[in-house]
């Protein structure tokens, strides 16, 4: 989970300030199975990055995206790090594009940090966006 400070918004002001900041204890990887023989869909690990946790380095979830050949690209917040000092905004979906789909899979983190899931799917059709 990103970290914040008491008091304020998700992020920090700078990088420096955000090297002084606590170190994260879980991480969010997309894996895809492109170009691979798998016929599964691609999905959300979830990293436990603690050095003094007995699941240091492992994958402590796995969240599957409900369609195939999505290709997950470069995940982002749903609030960046200008919004530091804004302490109404949270950092509690991640945004993952996918390249082949155009969809875009918006992921509940703040519920459950450990066990993220699926919020919202974003899809295109030809000129038009719609929601589900």
């Not at 919202?120 to 589900?132: D, N």
Request: hydrophobic share 30%; proline share 10%.
């Amino acid at each position: 989970m990103a970290s914040t400070c008491s008091g304020c918004g998700p992020g920090y002001k700078t990088p420096l300030d955000a090297m002084k900041g606590p170190r994260e204890e879980i991480v969010y990887l997309p894996c895809i199975y492109r170009n691979t023989d798998i016929q599964k869909p691609d999905y959300l690990a979830t990293v436990d990055v603690n050095p003094q946790s007995p699941n240091f380095c492992k994958v402590i979830h796995r969240l599957p995206m409900p369609n195939l050949k999505d290709e997950l690209h470069h995940s982002g917040w749903n609030a960046c790090s200008s919004c530091y000092d804004d302490p109404s905004k949270r950092r509690n979906r991640l945004i993952l594009p996918s390249l082949i789909s155009s969809r875009i899979y918006v992921v509940d983190v703040g519920t459950d940090p450990r066990a993220p899931r699926l919020h919202k799917i974003i899809f295109f059709i030809l000129t038009a966006c719609y929601s589900t």
